[in-house]
Nanobody, 122 residues
Framework: QVQLIESGGGLVQAGGSLRISCVTS????????MGWFRQAPGKEREFVGA????????IYADSVKGRFVISRDNAKNTVYLQMNSLKPEDTAVYYC???????????????WGQGTQVTVSS
């Protein structure tokens, strides 16, 4: 069984930074790409970014490009989302997920975490 557990969410002021993490456990996810998604109240879940197993392929949503950075440490089974220049519209529950390839579509992801809340105050 695979588990993805996000942590590091919280309350931050607009313009601030926050780093959230996702630790995987259980069956190995070696070779899997990892993605970040978010869902704000009353809105559909949206793609934030994704990173390949080796880190050579990284893609971002236009809404976060230049502000958010995805990285991973495979030795620690952890993927990170560094969020800078945060805006109130970044407020959402952030989810990590695992897929066999780097993709934007949530349907392509096989495993999901339970999410961590990020709230950006104005």
């Amino acid at each position: 069984q695979v588990q993805l557990i996000e942590s590091g969410g919280g309350l931050v002021q607009a313009g601030g930074s926050l780093r959230i993490s996702c630790v995987t456990s259980g069956r190995t996810l070696r070779g899997y790409a990892m993605g970040w998604f978010r869902q704000a109240p009353g809105k559909e879940r949206e793609f934030v970014g994704a990173i390949s197993w080796g880190g050579s392929s990284i893609i971002y949503a236009d809404s976060v490009k230049g502000r958010f950075v995805i990285s991973r440490d495979n030795a620690k089974n952890t993927v990170y989302l560094q969020m800078n220049s945060l805006k109130p519209e970044d407020t959402a529950v952030y989810y990590c997920a695992a897929a066999s390839v780097v993709v934007r579509t949530s349907q392509s992801y096989d495993y999901w975490g339970q999410g961590t809340q990020v709230t950006v105050s104005s």
